[in-house]
C-alpha cells in the first residue's frame, strides 16, 4: 500500500514533487492521520534544497486532519478525532504522528485554519517566551506580514506589549493594526526610542539594527533569516551593557503548545490569516507567491 506525499527531488523546479510513497507504519506512541490541509512554511523550502530533508524523504512540519488510528500504548487521541500536529514528513495524505506532537482541535475551528498554526505559532510563542515578555515591555517584530510574524504580533499585544511590526512595504502592513500593532513601520524607519525585545526573521543588516536599538536588559530573539544577508556588526557595537542576541529553534513535542494556541483562536482571540490556499498539486505556486513576498500570514494546501 502507498499513499501520496510531496517529497524532495532537486531535479524538481521546486525541488518538491508529487510521489507514491510507502503507507506509514505508527510506533506504539503514535496516532494514523489522515490528512487533509497542510501548511508551508519559508524553512520548508529551505529544507527541500537544503539537505536536512534528504532527496525522496516527505517534506514538510504542518498538518491537519482526522485520527484513523488511535495508538496502540492507548495514548492520546481515539479515532475520528480532528488533530493538528507539529512533525516532520507532514505533507502526505496519511502521516504517523507522535502524540506528544498533536493537539485536539476545538469545535468551531476549521482545520484549514487550524493547520496554519504549528510552526509559526509555536515559534512565535515560544520566542515570546524566551525574551521574557510582560506588559509595558517595547517589542519589535521584524517580518510582522509573514506567519511567524503575524502570530507573534498578536500574542505580544495580548501580553500587554507595545508592539512595533516592521514590513518590507507598505502594503504589508494591511491588518496589523487590527491584530495588536501600535506601530507599523516599513523596515525601522523612524524608530528611534529603544525595545526592549526584538523577534527577528529577518536578518541581516535588519537584525544589526534592531542590535543597536535594543536596550540594556534586551534581548533579541533570532528565529529566521528570510533576507538571506549577512549581518555586518560595526566594531563595538557588542560592547556595553548587557544585552543578549539569542539563536531560537523549535525543539522537543509542540503539542502543548499547540493545545494553547488551538483554543486562543477557537476563541477568537487569536486570528489565523490564510493569504493563500489551494490544492497540493499547485505546490509550485504556492513556495512562489511565499518567496515572493506575497503571502499575508500563511499558504495551506489542500491535501488529495
Ligand atoms: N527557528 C525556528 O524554529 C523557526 C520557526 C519558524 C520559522 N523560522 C524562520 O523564520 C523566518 C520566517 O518564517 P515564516 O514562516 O514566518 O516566513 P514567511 O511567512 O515567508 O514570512 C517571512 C517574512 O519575512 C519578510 N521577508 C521575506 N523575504 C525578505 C527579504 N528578502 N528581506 C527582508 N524581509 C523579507 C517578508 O516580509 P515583507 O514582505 O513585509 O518584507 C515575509 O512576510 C524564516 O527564515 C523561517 O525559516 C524559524
Redesign the pocket.
Known amino acids: 500500500m502507498s499513499v501520496r506525499a510531496l517529497v524532495v527531488d532537486p531535479s524538481a523546479s521546486t525541488a518538491v514533487r508529487l510521489a507514491d510513497v510507502p503507507d506509514p507504519v505508527p510506533g506504539p506512541g503514535q496516532v494514523l492521520v489522515d490528512v487533509s490541509h497542510a501548511s508551508l512554511?519559508?524553512?520548508d523550502l529551505?529544507d527541500a534544497r537544503s539537505g536536512r530533508v534528504p532527496v525522496g524523504a516527505v517534506l514538510g512540519a504542518d498538518a491537519a486532519g482526522v485520527v484513523v488510528r488511535a495508538a496502540a500504548d492507548g495514548t492520546g487521541p481515539v479515532v475520528g478525532t480532528r488533530v493538528v500536529a507539529l512533525t516532520s514528513g507532514a505533507f502526505a495524505e496519511r502521516v504517523a504522528i507522535d502524540v506528544g506532537a498533536l493537539a485536539e482541535v476545538p469545535k468551531g475551528l476549521d482545520l484549514a485554519q487550524a493547520v496554519a498554526l504549528p510552526?509559526?505559532g509555536?515559534?512565535a510563542l515560544r520566542s515570546l517566551r524566551a525574551a521574557g515578555l510582560g506588559p509595558d515591555k517595547r517589542v519589535l517584530i521584524?517580518?510582522?506580514?509573514?506567519?511567524?510574524?503575524r502570530f507573534a504580533v498578536q500574542l505580544a499585544a495580548r501580553a500587554g506589549a507595545h508592539v512595533i511590526a516592521s514590513?518590507?512595504?507598505a502594503g504589508?502592513?494591511d491588518g496589523l493594526a487590527e491584530a495588536g500593532a501600535d506601530e507599523v513601520l516599513i523596515g525601522l524607519e523612524g524608530l528611534q526610542r529603544p525595545v526592549d525585545v526584538v523577534i527577528d526573521?529577518?536578518?541581516?543588516p535588519?537584525l544589526v539594527a534592531a542590535w543597536n536599538l535594543l536596550a540594556p536588559g534586551g534581548s533579541v530573539q533570532s528565529?529566521?533569516?528570510?533576507?538571506?544577508?549577512p549581518a555586518v556588526f560595526p566594531p563595538y557595537a557588542t560592547v556595553g551593557p548587557a544585552k543578549s542576541l539569542a539563536s531560537?529553534?523549535?525543539d522537543g513535542d509542540a503539542g502543548e503548545d499547540l493545545a494553547v494556541l488551538t483554543e486562543l483562536a477557537a476563541e477568537g482571540a487569536v486570528t489565523i490569516e490564510i493569504g493563500w490556499q489551494g490544492p497540493w498539486d499547485r505546490f509550485a505556486e504556492a513556495a512562489e507567491a511565499?518567496?515572493g513576498?506575497r503571502?499575508?500570514?500563511?499558504?495551506v494546501l489542500e491535501v488529495a
Open positions: 512554511n519559508y524553512g529551505n510552526v509559526a509555536v515559534a521584524t517580518g510582522a506580514s509573514g506567519g511567524v510574524g514590513v518590507g512595504s504589508r502592513g526573521s529577518v536578518g541581516g535588519q528565529v529566521g533569516w528570510t533576507s538571506g544577508e531560537f529553534v523549535i511565499l518567496r513576498r503571502v499575508s500570514g500563511k499558504a
